[in-house]
Nanobody, 121 residues
Framework: QVQLVESGGGLVQPGGSLRLSCVASGSVGSIYGMDWYRQAPGKQRELVATVSSGGTTVYADSVKGRFTYSRDNAKNTVYLQMNSLKPEDTAVYYC???????????????WGQGTQVTVSP
């Protein structure tokens, strides 16, 4: 099995910062992509940050210039540094990864359980 565990969420005032982490563990053979999504109440889940096939980090327009995606391959971990947070950033943030399990040739998609980010005065 493969598990994705997010952490780092919480309550922050507008203009504040948070750093989210997502660690992949278990039977991880290779990771082909690890992305960040978010879902606000009553809204569809949306892509926040990903890395394109060409290696370019792509951000949702709403977070460009404020959020920074980074990845530590040795630790099977991705981060999302979130600065200048706004109330509209309030959502559950999810990690998504395409993973080939040890001993398998199949690449499967996994989701974490999510971490709540609330931006409020």
């Amino acid at each position: 099995q493969v598990q994705l565990v997010e952490s780092g969420g919480g309550l922050v005032q507008p203009g504040g910062s948070l750093r989210l982490s997502c660690v992949a563990s278990g039977s991880v053979g290779s990771i082909y992509g690890m992305d960040w999504y978010r879902q606000a109440p009553g809204k569809q889940r949306e892509l926040v940050a990903t890395v394109s096939s060409g290696g370019t980090t792509v951000y949702a327009d709403s977070v460009k210039g404020r959020f920074t995606y980074s990845r530590d391959n040795a630790k099977n971990t991705v981060y999302l540094q979130m600065n200048s947070l706004k109330p509209e950033d309030t959502a559950v943030y999810y990690c998504n990864a395409a993973v080939r399990r040890l001993g398998s040739s199949a690449v499967l998609n996994y989701w974490g359980q999510g971490t709540q980010v609330t931006v409020s005065p």
